[in-house]
């Protein structure tokens, strides 16, 4: 099995594609049936505004998420933005609702999304969701140390305060 993309349908995500220039191949997002996508690379792909590419995934639901493969990248800035596009492009009415996630590698910026995206979704203890949910690397690299370690104190803290992580930021008035 390759690892790369984390295409969300249902409840289930599956790894399809190794790396970021897999990401704007026609037959991988037509086999998989992608209709939005996020990206989590330092730049932008040309190859994603072709014509072929945009039939398939459209500007409007492409979220681009700059950002580089270190170990200081706090991608959790952008972690509420990211799961509510992954959301609202899941529940598109008439469309097959497969968002793909990838990074440059697959390993650890997208991995880590995924399993977040999880936790938030579904306020799942982490390891379950990632045993059961994503299929294991062979490499046991999904994902990498550094952010695996985040998300387990995140969802460590999370449980000791009794909360899910789905709360509001901002209390309503």
């Not at 037509?30 to 990206?39: D, F, G, P, R, Y």
């Amino acid at each position: 099995m390759t690892r790369g993309w984390y295409s969300f349908h249902g409840d289930i995500i599956t790894t399809a594609v190794p790396t970021q220039g897999s990401s704007y191949g026609i037959s991988t997002l037509t086999e998989n049936k992608i209709t939005a996508m996020v990206s989590l690379s330092d730049a932008k792909s040309a190859a994603w505004s072709s014509p072929q590419n945009r039939k398939l995934v459209p500007e409007d639901r492409h979220l681009f998420v700059p950002c580089l493969d270190t170990s200081t990248q706090d991608l959790l800035v952008n972690l509420a933005d990211i799961c509510d596009f992954i959301d609202d492009n899941r529940q598109c009415p008439g469309e097959h609702g497969n968002v793909l996630v990838h990074c440059a590698f697959g390993v650890s910026r997208s991995a880590m999304v995924a399993v977040a995206y999880l936790m938030w979704r579904q306020g799942t203890a982490i390891w379950a969701e990632v045993e059961h949910g994503i299929r294991a690397d062979p490499d046991k690299k999904t994902p990498k140390g550094p952010y695996a370690a985040y998300l387990a104190r995140r969802a460590e803290r999370l449980r000791g305060k009794g909360l899910t992580g789905d709360e509001p930021t901002f209390p309503d008035f």
